[in-house]
Each structure stands twice: as structure tokens, then as C-alpha cells.
């Protein structure tokens, strides 16, 4: 564990900022089929609308919605 100069632990500052700018993820499973949806959140005027991603293909059979930081989705996704 890493504690901060003040004693709190780095990892739970981490977490709680993840929360924080985290997105809204909802799936629904039907008899027909399965629909997955996501808010695409800008976090900064600068950033493109195109380049933010929340849906990833790990198969051809699975697919991953993400709500969290991008970063952290796509380590998990790629391993």
C-alpha cells in the first residue's frame, strides 16, 4: 500500500476520481438479442467525439461496455 503525506492510501484517491468522471453503462438481454449502450462523456473541449471509446469486440461472440477510465477498459480487454 502507498499512503499519501497525509496518510490516505493513493489507491483508494484513485479509485474515488474514477468514480467520479465514470459514465453511465446499461445492458438489456432480450429473446431476440442483447442491446448494450453507453454515454460518451467529453471530458475536456479539446477532446474529439470520435476518438472516445466504450464498446469493445473481445470476440467475435463478446462484446464489453465500459463506464470507467478508458485506459483501465482496454488493459482489461487486451488481456
Not at 467520479?20 to 467529453?42: M, P, Q, W
Request: proline content about 4%; charged content about 25%; overall charge negative.
Amino acid at each position: 500500500n502507498t499512503f499519501s503525506p497525509e496518510g490516505r492510501l493513493f489507491q483508494v484517491e484513485y479509485a474515488i476520481e474514477a468514480i467520479k468522471i465514470g459514465t453511465t453503462a446499461i445492458g438489456i438481454s432480450t429473446k431476440e438479442g442483447v442491446v448494450i449502450a453507453v454515454e460518451k462523456r467529453l471530458l475536456s473541449p479539446l477532446q474529439e467525439p470520435s476518438s472516445v471509446e466504450k464498446l469493445f469486440e473481445v470476440d467475435s461472440h463478446i462484446g464489453v461496455a465500459m463506464s470507467g477510465l478508458s485506459a483501465d477498459a482496454r488493459t482489461l480487454v487486451d488481456h
